[in-house]
Nanobody, 125 residues
């Protein structure tokens, strides 16, 4: 398994931007598909975006498509989520997760083996 630590959350006004990072330990980061999920208060955790092991394919939830961009730097063992045009409904705890299926296309959290502790994103109206 890989250990994951998220950072970059915070408070931002609607329409603003944030960039989340997820630092991974271990030398096998580049073999994992990676994903971002989020959980709003009183709601189930939901898929946000995912990326293949080499960054060649990305996948997004409809609710964030065109506003969020997932990327990775395998040399730095780091996953990113650039979030633009933020809305109050984006408020949630954001988690990064690793999937041993390298191609990054799976959206169910049940498929992800390792999880970070989460970082809070709050968007004010």
């Amino acid at each position: 398994q890989v250990q994951l630590v998220e950072s970059g959350g915070g408070l931002v006004q609607a329409g603003g931007s944030l960039r989340l990072s997820c630092a991974a330990s271990g030398r096998t980061f580049s073999t994992y598909g990676m994903g971002w999920f989020r959980q709003a208060p009183g709601k189930d955790r939901e898929f946000v975006a995912s990326i293949a092991y080499n960054g060649g394919r990305t996948y997004y939830a409809d609710s964030v498509k065109g506003r969020f961009t997932i990327s990775r730097d395998n040399a730095k063992n780091t996953l990113y989520l650039q979030m633009n045009s933020l809305k109050p409904e984006d408020t949630a705890v954001y988690y990064c997760a690793a999937d041993s299926y390298a191609y990054g296309s799976r959206r169910s959290e049940a498929h992800y083996d390792s999880w970070g502790q989460g970082t809070q994103v709050t968007v004010s109206s």
